[in-house]
């Protein structure tokens, strides 16, 4: 994560290694291993959308991967349209086949980069970023998407993050990095702590909680809060009021 932005993984070297590695993301109860809390997200971040996603409403998901966080929010509030989007196809195409079978509303997938996803103002009444912002890189790549995921939504829509995330602080990063590292090679040991701490260094330019909420606020939502945090990763809510 202290790798120059230029020198991080492409979107092509990213969606190759995604397009080998759809089992892992397979795992409706456990979610993504590698993250911590990941059943706990999974569970609050549901919770969170039976709160305010109504039967028939459109639900975006992004990154949607093979279709979890999808998955799990349909088991609280359904049926719904799913408008599915992933760099990897065969990561849309697991996922379209799973919510497929959960929902008898529509099911759509598009094969993107959220750089490059375009959709029509105030058309869909949740988005789903599970996993994925950890992907942009620059700050206009952050800024750009954050008005995106406001323009997009609904008066009264929500937007639900899971995500890797960093803290400001140099010596709150290392040690909590630290941690990050022990319960990765608890979960699969030294060479899996090492794999996975490699491919965060390359790929992942994480931000802040606090540079996200600000991010939030400073392109029109008024209302937000974040559900869960520990260590480096975090869920938060976002929602477009019409005041």
């Known amino acids: 994560m202290k790798r120059p932005l230029h020198e991080k993984s492409t979107t092509e070297q990213i969606r190759q290694r995604f397009d080998v590695d759809v089992e892992r993301f397979s795992r409706l109860e456990s979610g993504q291993q590698a993250a911590m809390d990941a059943p706990v997200i999974l569970d609050v971040v549901?919770?969170?959308?039976?709160?305010?996603?109504?039967?028939?409403?459109?639900?975006?998901?992004?990154?949607?991967?093979?279709?979890?966080?999808?998955?799990?929010?349909?088991?609280?509030v359904s049926p719904l349209n799913c408008l599915l989007v992933d760099l990897s196809r065969p990561m849309l195409d697991r996922a379209v086949s799973r919510v497929t079978a959960a929902t008898s509303g529509w099911v759509r997938p598009l094969q993107s980069d959220l750089r490059d996803l375009s959709l029509e103002p105030a058309s869909v009444d949740m988005i789903l970023a599970g996993q994925v912002l950890h992907?942009?890189?620059?700050?206009?790549?952050?800024?750009?998407?954050?008005?995106?995921?406001?323009?997009?939504?609904?008066?009264?829509?929500?937007?639900?993050?899971?995500?890797?995330?960093?803290?400001?602080?140099?010596?709150?990063?290392?040690?909590?990095?630290?941690?990050?590292?022990?319960?990765?090679?608890?979960?699969?040991?030294?060479?899996y702590r090492d794999k996975v701490l490699a491919y965060c260094e390359v790929e992942d330019s994480p931000r802040s909680v606090r540079y996200q909420l600000d991010l939030l606020r400073s392109?029109?939502?008024?209302?937000?809060?974040?559900?869960?945090?520990?260590?480096?990763?975090?869920?938060?809510?976002?929602?477009k009021t019409t005041d």
């Open 135 to 191: 992907h942009l890189r620059d700050d206009e790549d952050w800024r750009r998407a954050f008005e995106k995921f406001h323009r997009w939504l609904r008066p009264g829509g929500t937007l639900l993050v899971a995500d890797f995330v960093t803290f400001d602080a140099p010596g709150i990063q290392d040690f909590m990095l630290a941690r990050y590292a022990a319960h990765l090679e608890a979960f699969g040991g030294a060479e």
């Open 219 to 239: 392109v029109g939502f008024h209302e937000y809060d974040v559900l869960h945090r520990n260590a480096l990763f975090a869920a938060y809510y976002a929602r």
């Open 46 to 76: 549901a919770r969170t959308a039976g709160c305010y996603l109504q039967p028939h409403g459109t639900l975006l998901d992004l990154g949607c991967g093979a279709g979890n966080f999808t998955l799990r929010v349909l088991g609280k």
